[in-house]
């Protein structure tokens, strides 16, 4: 079975200031895909990233960067310098190579950036 | 291109109604999947449609169903509302590969009173 644990349920920064969301999952498979939404208040989740379970390698995109370690089960998001407009709800969420092929969310991070 | 279009938005039913949502996915999407987001319950899986067929169901009552029709479009129906039915329903599609990701729609915010 396929867990998802985002233990940080809302996080308050200024802006500016760097933030980093937990993630760590649970999946007896070698092999999955780990993924990284934000749900901004209008509520469409916007797709961020996909990871396979091969690739360890650290991902940047401009502010935004994703540490996975399998060592620890994790897949965190760091936030750069946060913006405002950076406030949101993040879902973390695994796909293993289980027969439904269907991803397990996080319950979410809710980031709040004040000005 | 497009993205996936949900209508309505919003929509406000009475207990014990049925209610029927659109989701358009986008062009070439074969699959279709729902989620019912609540605050309490955080994202859960209700079904998922490829090629017309329902593929995967997740652990809701009957009283929820859904169909795909041949050009991708999906409906999902819930008969007799409960007020717990209250969530922001979300449609997402992606093509038929299972390992990429999701496109969501902005969802149908659904109040039942």
Redesign the interface.
């Given at each position: 079975a396929q867990k998802v644990t985002q233990a940080q349920t809302e996080i308050s920064v200024v802006e500016k200031e760097d933030v980093t969301l937990d993630c760590v999952y649970e999946t007896r498979d070698t092999t999955y895909?780990l993924?990284w939404?934000k749900q901004p208040p209008?509520?469409?989740?916007?797709?961020l990233i996909?990871r396979?379970s091969f690739d360890e390698q650290n991902e940047i995109s401009g502010r935004y960067s994703w540490n996975f370690q399998k060592s620890t089960s994790s897949f965190n998001f760091t936030i750069t310098a946060s913006q405002v407009v950076d406030s949101a709800v993040y879902?973390c969420a695994l796909?293993d190579s289980g027969g439904?092929?269907?991803?397990t969310?996080?319950?979410?991070t809710s980031l709040i950036v004040h000005p | 291109k497009a993205g996936v279009t949900q209508t309505p938005r919003y929509l406000i039913k009475t207990r014990g109604q049925q209610v029927t949502l659109s989701c358009s996915p986008i062009s070439g999407h074969r699959s279709v999947s729902w989620y019912q987001q609540t605050p309490g319950q955080g994202l859960q899986f209700l079904f998922e449609y490829f090629s017309e067929t329902q593929r995967n169901k997740g652990n809701f009552p009957g009283r929820f169903s859904g169909r795909q029709f041949s050009n991708s479009r999906s409906e999902m129906n819930v008969s007799t509302l409960e007020l717990g039915d209250s969530a922001l329903y979300l449609c997402a599609s992606r093509t038929g590969d299972r390992n990429y990701g999701y496109t969501f729609g902005s969802g149908t915010r659904l109040t039942v009173v």
């Open positions: 895909y993924f939404y209008s509520g469409e989740l916007v797709f996909r396979n879902f796909k439904s092929y269907i991803p969310f996080g319950r979410g | -």
